[in-house]
């Protein structure tokens, strides 16, 4: 798959693939969409109940994501699972060319960032006491998910017209079948069609206020029954 190294408007680089004419993250800024998206509204918000949770990310991309987890298990002391699913990981070479160093300034982190590319597949690590990596190289299709078992679910898959196996109702009914009650999805997809698949899985459904360039985002939240 051909790939291209573009620059967003918040100075942070994605890639993009001219073969589906998709980003990995938005143009608007892939730093502050990722950070608005994925760390704001999901694992810091699941953070204000509970310290110990596990994260599932649908798309391990860039790992832009997971290193935007990794400074919050740091600072919250909180323990993180985090597991991603990948069927196509980026050579070593485009993760160069991403120059992470450009707009991820701490040089700790970025060592970091490093290590989890380089982690092995299938095999859970231990990147630090709070924080537990598992790169997983199957699709979401042939991922058996264990049952209420993840707290925040990162669904950053391509969008829905690129990806359209993704966005069925058969795929968030497995996900959420595999969130904890009281656990959330997050994504930055607003789409009604998608929005009416979450409800019928069973996701209680909010539009919340999106990143630089979009007006709205979507957080799932599996009902706590009482």
């Not at 730093?31 to 953070?47: A, M, P």
């Not at 969008?159 to 497995?174: S, V």
């Not at 009416?196 to 979507?218: D, I, N």
Request: net charge negative; aromatic share 12%; with cysteine.
């Amino acid at each position: 798959m051909h790939l291209e190294i573009r620059q967003t408007k918040d100075g942070s680089n994605t890639l993009f693939v001219p073969d589906l004419n998709e980003h990995y993250h938005s143009v608007h800024g892939a730093l502050q969409e990722s950070q608005h998206v994925f760390i704001k509204h999901g694992l810091e918000h699941v953070l204000e109940q509970k310290k110990d949770i596990k994260v599932l990310e649908i798309g391990f991309g860039t790992g832009l994501n997971a290193i935007l987890t990794f400074p919050v298990a740091l600072a919250q002391k909180a323990f993180i699972q985090y597991d991603t699913l990948e069927k196509h990981p980026l050579t070593e070479e485009v993760v160069q060319q991403l120059h992470f160093e450009q707009f991820i300034l701490n040089p700790e982190l970025l060592g970091y960032f490093r290590q989890l590319h380089n982690s092995p597949w299938n095999e859970p690590v231990d990147i630090i006491p709070y924080f537990t990596l598992q790169k997983i190289h199957e699709t979401l299709e042939e991922f058996l998910v264990p049952s209420s078992y993840y707290d925040v679910i990162y669904f950053d898959a391509f969008a829905p017209d690129k990806q359209p196996e993704l966005w069925t109702d058969a795929m968030f009914e497995k996900l959420y079948k595999a969130t904890r009650p009281g656990g959330v999805l997050v994504t930055y997809c607003a789409k009604g069609s998608f929005k009416r698949s979450l409800k019928a899985a069973g996701f209680e459904v909010e539009a919340l206020p999106g990143p630089p360039g979009k007006r709205e985002m979507t957080r799932g939240v599996k009902p706590v029954v009482i």
